[in-house]
């Protein structure tokens, strides 16, 4: 089954250990995405990968870590978390962008919560 | 400055009454837009693309380039209907970052 999958769905930590969320996609996708869902704020944008070895920094990266060694795999990473990232993470990926024929059109993890006491 | 803007950040109507979610986009090149959809408890998936120009769960949404919007209409709502809407904006012309808008939430009153 074609999926986008993230790991873990949930975990509790506490501020300053760091922590690995894992995104994984099985479509040969080139381009992936990181993003944080909080109440009233909606969908922010943290990182994203054009391709292997191409990242770039979304809206809201303070904080996170990204790595693109592999197609298939787009790990975030929280170097110190801290409360202000407890949060609904999203990891979305897409056959490409700046391309038409639904070849931009994102599929998305089940999400990843996250909470940072 | 290219950008999204979802005016409301919650919708609440009536079953039966029309609903109309609003979208704005600023772009200065030939973007596609997109309607994605969170339901309750499950995982953000695409409603419907511009470009295909379809009815989805009796959803429209028409181009304005005009007015640079994207507004998302249904008739009569449903009580299924209540999620949460983002509209999203990816470009056409350059392999660039797909851009989304902050979100409205839809709920529908019995």
């Known amino acids: 089954e074609a999926q986008v999958t993230q790991n873990p769905r949930y975990l509790i930590t506490v501020t300053g250990k760091k922590l690995t969320v894992t995104c994984s996609q099985n479509?040969?996708?080139?381009?992936m995405s990181w993003y944080r869902q909080d109440p009233g704020l909606g969908l922010r944008q943290i990182y994203y990968s054009m391709n292997v070895e191409v990242t770039d920094k979304g809206d809201v990266p303070e904080g996170y870590k990204v790595s693109r060694k592999e197609k298939r795999n787009f790990p975030l990473i929280l170097e110190s978390p801290s409360p202000n990232q407890t949060s609904l993470y999203f990891c979305?990926?897409?056959?490409?962008?700046?391309?038409?024929?639904?070849?931009?059109?994102?599929?998305f993890g089940a999400g990843s919560r996250l909470t940072v006491l | 400055a290219q950008r999204v803007t979802q005016p409301e950040k919650l919708l609440s109507v009536f079953k039966g009454a029309p609903v109309e979610l609003k979208c704005n986009y600023s772009?200065?090149?030939?973007?596609?837009l997109f309607w994605y959809v969170q339901y309750s408890r499950q995982r953000l998936q695409l409603l419907l693309r511009?470009?295909s120009r379809e009815s989805i769960k009796g959803f429209t949404a028409d181009l304005n380039k005009g007015e640079t919007s994207f507004h998302l209409k249904k008739p009569f709502a449903q009580e299924e209907d209540s999620a949460m809407y983002y509209c999203a904006l990816s470009p056409l012309s350059s392999a660039s970052k797909i851009i989304f808008g902050s979100g409205t939430r839809l709920s529908i009153r019995p």
């Open positions: 479509m040969n996708h080139e381009y």
């Open positions: 772009y200065s090149g030939s973007p596609e």
């Open positions: 511009h470009i």
């Open positions: 979305a990926s897409s056959l490409r962008q700046g391309a038409r024929s639904g070849a931009n059109v994102l599929t």
